[in-house]
């Protein structure tokens, strides 16, 4: 199975095309790689920081789809499926966690080619700012977790990792710095 043709994927690799060079000036250059998976076998998980029109408040998305059988993903919903998503900072030998997110209207979902979820917060940049005070780049990866209960097992996965550095004043309120809606 193609990644392209997972749900996800198409969304953000479009939107990465369109809005990459749209980063504030005075944010630093981004990285293209936020998504994480292993190869297509299966999943892709991702994570989007925009900010939003309020200055210094920045909307964390982290998506993830689970390439599955259509029935399979329905089976893990209708059983309740316990989604949920941590967002961490990361500075190597320690990580940091930073907020729960909450589950997107509309989903999860199933589909041909298996479990879609997206779960997102509003958050201020004092929460992104990982490393106050350091001036150091921030580092911020989520994981997505549901429970399968086929297996009876949590199931996670960790999204890539945005490097950005989240100042206060620097590009909220408006201004797109990972991907853009």
Not at 2 to 23: N, T
Not at 31 to 58: H, K, M, W
Not at 113 to 133: A, F, Y
Request: proline share 6%.
């Amino acid at each position: 199975m193609k990644l392209s043709r997972l749900p996800l994927v198409p969304a953000v690799a479009g939107a990465l095309i369109l809005s990459f060079g749209a980063a504030s000036a005075q944010a630093a250059p981004l990285p293209q790689q936020r998504c994480a998976n292993d190869g297509g076998i299966s999943f892709n998980a991702c994570l989007t920081v925009t900010s939003t029109s309020t200055l210094n408040e920045y909307e964390v998305t982290a998506g993830q789809d689970a390439i599955m059988s259509p029935r399979y993903a329905q089976e893990i919903i209708d059983h309740g499926g316990q989604f949920r998503a941590t967002l961490w900072g990361d500075d190597g030998s320690r990580r940091t966690w930073l907020a729960d997110l909450e589950l997107k209207p509309g989903w999860p979902a199933a589909g041909p080619d298996g479990l879609g979820v997206e779960l997102v917060r509003r958050l201020p940049v004092t929460v992104l700012n990982e490393d106050p005070g350091s001036g150091d780049e921030d580092e911020l990866y989520a994981e997505i977790t549901y429970f399968d209960y086929h297996v009876g097992l949590n199931v996670t996965h960790r999204t890539g990792t945005v490097r950005h550095s989240f100042v206060a004043g620097s590009d909220g309120g408006g201004s797109c710095v990972v991907v853009c809606p």
